[in-house]
């Protein structure tokens, strides 16, 4: 089975500075993928950015980058240059090869930015 | 870019009525997923389709019924409605394998509520 830990159930960062959000993932799997959704309070469920295990690189989009660490089994959202409209609800997701056609989602953490 | 597209966007049933939804995938995407998201809670894996066939069930309730059909559109079928199927309800799709990533683009959401 996959297991995603959110650690954070709420974080505060102002407005232009740098943000990063915790993810730990758990999996026998040696495949698998990394996902990270915002969800802002209208619901809808936004992709930012995928990591795939074999990636060598962290992963980057835009002001959104993956600190991926494999042996720590961690893979850390960080948002540069926080902007108010970044307020939203954080899941961190896996999707293993090995774990059924599914994504397994964290707890997610809310993140406010002020001003 | 075409996205996901789920109707209703809202729907207001009374216990024990019945509610169909209906999932669009984005254009070329062979793979359909449903998930459910309860107040305050993470989305739960329901059920997926790969190729109009079933590749993979979660913690779906016999209540619930899905397909997928020949144009790849998607409907969630459910029955007997309990006042803890008040959530809301997502389809995501993801492109053929090997196209890019496992990446999962999640629809609006249909928001059920339950009475």
């Known amino acids: 089975a996959q297991k995603i830990t959110q650690t954070q159930p709420g974080m505060f960062v102002q407005e232009k500075e740098a943000v990063t959000l915790d993810c730990t993932y758990d999996?026998?799997?040696?495949?698998?993928?990394l996902f990270w959704y915002k969800q802002p309070s209208s619901g809808e469920m936004i992709f930012l950015i995928y990591?795939?295990?074999?990636?060598?690189q962290n992963a980057t989009e835009g002001r959104y980058s993956l600190n991926f660490q494999k042996a720590r089994k961690s893979a850390n959202l960080v948002i540069s240059a926080s902007q108010l409209g970044d307020s939203a609800m954080y899941f961190c997701?896996?999707?293993?090869?090995?774990?059924?056609?599914?994504?397994?989602f964290g707890t997610g953490t809310q993140l406010k930015v002020e001003l | 870019a075409a996205g996901v597209i789920q109707s209703p966007r809202h729907l207001i049933k009374e216990k024990r009525e019945t509610a169909t939804l209906k999932c669009y995938p984005i254009?070329?995407?062979?793979?359909v997923y449903w998930y459910q998201q309860g107040p305050g809670q993470d989305p739960q894996f329901l059920i997926s389709?790969?190729?109009?066939?079933?590749?993979d069930k979660g913690s779906i309730p016999d209540r619930f019924s899905a397909q997928q059909f020949s144009d790849y559109h998607s409907e969630l079928n459910m029955s007997s409605l309990e006042l803890g199927d008040s959530a809301l309800y997502f389809c995501?799709?993801?492109?053929?394998?090997?196209?890019?990533?496992?990446?999962?683009?999640f629809g609006p959401g249909t928001r059920l509520t339950v009475l």
């Open positions: 389709f790969y190729e109009k066939m079933q590749s």
């Open positions: 254009p070329r995407h062979d793979t």
């Open positions: 990591q795939g295990s074999y990636d060598e």
């Open positions: 997701a896996i999707f293993t090869t090995g774990g059924g056609n599914k994504l397994t």
């Open positions: 999996t026998s799997d040696q495949s698998y993928g």
């Open positions: 995501a799709s993801s492109p053929p394998w090997g196209a890019s990533t496992d990446t999962q683009y």
